[in-house]
């Protein structure tokens, strides 16, 4: 188990890099201060997990990396370049799927082939091997509200795919599924990471998804959120849920766990 801290301590060749960011919320109540002198590089083609207390800036992080939002200070850029607003390859999923409830799955996952006016075979194509990939090549012609949780969610992930993004950003994507569906989405995910080679940022709320996701671990503080430490993920890859029964996930939950209490982070 390795811990780090500062900029630069994620790797080289980072595919984010966020210098001194901080974010404020004007507010009829007064200024709230989200985040504070954010400084994190992510190496390009890793898998990095944000953790953190609810209200802690772990979203507002991810939506400022993906454009979405704009800082009160510092700068962000992705592959070197300054982020000013969202762009096409970058792919985002978030906690609910979002799914055009009027369209089948094929047609939501085409969604940024006909945004980008697309309508080549090739791009098709691209869409039904995703599905395939997912588990989903027999539900293109289903309704949302003929899925699962489960389903919807590979569903949305393929849509964020569906760019070939450089960049997946993904905000607590299987925190409304229960327990065994999100276990089978984390191991998806991974083989589809794996496949993609897509830099992945992370939010989540549990510490074991992010030990067993993870190239590192970002730990932030209580509001306004800071880093507290980033924690290097040495357990072996490929991964299977029998990793986390080994005493390395174990000390690494631990110790994540206890950092956030011996700082406050919990309570």
């Known amino acids: 188990m390795q811990s ?31 985040l504070t002198d954010i400084d994190l590089e992510v190496r390009q083609g890793s898998f990095v997990s944000l953790v953190g207390p609810s209200g802690c800036g772990k979203s507002t992080l991810l939506r400022i990396v993906a454009g979405l939002e704009t800082s009160s200070g510092g700068t962000t850029k992705v592959a070197g370049t ?13 906690q609910q799927p979002v799914l055009l409830p009027w369209l089948t799955i094929f047609r939501n996952v085409m969604l940024p082939a006909d945004v980008a006016r697309d309508r080549s075979p090739q ?16 539900f293109q012609h289903r309704y949302p509200r003929e899925l699962s949780g489960g389903m919807q969610q ?42 993609t080679g897509a830099t992945t940022l992370f939010v989540t709320h549990s510490i074991a998804e992010a030990v067993f996701l993870s190239d590192v671990v970002v730990v932030l503080s209580g509001r306004p959120g800071t880093i507290l430490d980033q924690v290097r993920i040495d357990l ?24 956030l209490h011996a700082r406050g982070a919990v309570g």
């Open 4 to 34: 780090t801290s500062g900029p630069g301590a994620v790797g080289v060749a980072p595919g984010i890099e966020v210098s001194g960011v901080s974010k404020t919320f004007r507010t009829n109540a007064g200024d709230v201060v989200a």
């Open 82 to 94: 300054p982020v000013d607003g969202p762009r096409r390859d970058f792919g985002m999923v978030f």
């Open 123 to 138: 791009a098709r194509q691209r869409a039904a091997d995703l599905l395939e990939l997912v588990g989903l090549d027999g």
């Open 154 to 195: 590979r569903a949305a992930l393929v849509r964020a795919l569906m760019s070939r993004p450089s960049l997946l950003l993904m905000d607590e994507p299987f925190g409304a599924l229960d327990a065994l569906t999100r276990e089978t989405m984390n191991s998806e995910l991974l083989r589809i990471w794996s496949e």
């Open 236 to 259: 072996p890859r490929p991964r299977t849920f029998d990793v986390m029964d080994s005493p390395e996930a174990s000390r690494l939950t631990s110790h994540i766990r206890g950092h």
